[in-house]
Nanobody, 115 residues
């Protein structure tokens, strides 16, 4: 059973930056994709960014140009660099591993952006 542990959340002012990290208990080298999702209060969980095994990335329109996802297969980690944060980015951020249809989730890390 793959375990994913997120870290790096916290409170930041609008315009600031945070870097989230996700540590996987097993190798992510063969994972189809790794991703970050978020869920704000009263809203559905949504995709923030995703990186597939070949290195291609996909971002939600709301974060394009501000967030960058990266993966380090040697360290079994996935990171999300978040710049120019906005209050609407406030949410619990979840790490996701997609093993060709089998999905694993972390417990999430809270990001709060104050105005």
């Amino acid at each position: 059973q793959v375990q994913l542990v997120e870290s790096g959340g916290g409170l930041v002012q609008a315009g600031g930056s945070l870097r989230l990290s996700c540590a996987a208990s097993e190798s992510i080298f063969r994972a189809n994709a790794m991703g970050w999702y978020r869920q704000a209060p009263g809203r559905q969980r949504e995709l923030v960014a995703r990186i597939i095994s070949g290195g291609s990335t996909r971002y939600a329109d709301s974060v394009k140009g501000r967030f960058t996802i990266s993966r380090d297969n040697a360290k079994n980690t996935v990171s999300l660099q978040m710049n120019s944060l906005k209050p609407e980015d406030t949410a619990v951020y979840y790490c996701n591993q997609d093993d060709f249809g089998i999905e694993y989730w972390g417990k999430g890390t809270l990001v709060t952006v104050s105005s």
